[in-house]
């Protein structure tokens, strides 16, 4: 019964252990690094003039469940409301392999900015298409947290250049000072949007 207790303990209970904060620097600066190298995958490339790049942009919201593990205990919650604001390339040569990156707001109780880069691999079904993902989450403010994700995106277009998107992500983050020590957050969520292609 005290494990149950344990793994249904208050909302964001988990994440509300912070390390100290001189640590904070150290992994920003991380995180501009992060920054960087994906802003370089976004650049265009110094190749043929033939080739030509696809841009999309997509809005979507959403939440799930996340669960921190650590110190012989498992907090089990909801993941707060977040918003994804996202950008991504694809080049005419090689259709099939988008690169971008989002930034992300959690709206729900305590604010927290970041992002994430993701590279996807995009596969036509019909009118649908499919994006399969990796990427790297992170958050900047007011706390640091950096790991991976997996995403996998259905995207039906609905009045073009208008399509709806759902997604669902699978996130691990491994440090960052929202974390206590040698412990893990594990994330599911689901979202909705909408995406547009130029």
């Known amino acids: 019964m005290s494990c149950a207790n344990d793994i249904f303990a208050g909302s ?10 001189s640590k904070v620097t150290a ?4 995180v501009l690094a992060l920054l960087s190298a994906g802003a370089i995958t976004l650049l265009p490339a110094g190749s043929a003039a033939a080739q030509t790049r696809g841009y999309g942009v997509t809005l979507e919201g959403g939440s799930g469940l996340s669960i921190g593990t650590g110190s012989q205990t498992a907090v089990l919650e909801r993941t707060p409301i977040f918003v994804d604001v996202g950008l991504r390339t694809t080049r005419s040569d090689v259709p ?10 959690e709206v ?4 927290g900015v970041g992002g994430v880069f993701r590279a996807e691999l995009v596969t036509p079904l019909g009118p ?21 994700e997996g995403s996998l ?10 399509a709806v998107t759902a997604s ?8 960052g000072s929202d974390l206590p020590h040698d412990a893990a957050l594990f994330m599911t969520n689901g979202t909705l949007g909408v995406d547009l292609l130029f």
């Open 153 to 162: 995106t259905v995207r039906w277009p609905a009045t073009a250049p208008v």
């Open 108 to 111: 729900d109780g305590r604010v």
């Open 27 to 30: 992994r920003g600066l991380m």
């Open 128 to 148: 649908l298409s499919l994006r399969a993902g990796i990427g790297v989450p992170f958050f900047f403010a007011p706390y640091v947290l950096v790991g991976l």
């Open 12 to 21: 964001r209970a988990f994440r509300s252990t912070t390390t100290a904060p």
């Open 168 to 175: 669902v992500l699978i996130d691990a983050y491994f440090a």
């Open 96 to 105: 099939t392999l988008a690169w971008g990156g989002a930034l992300r707001v």
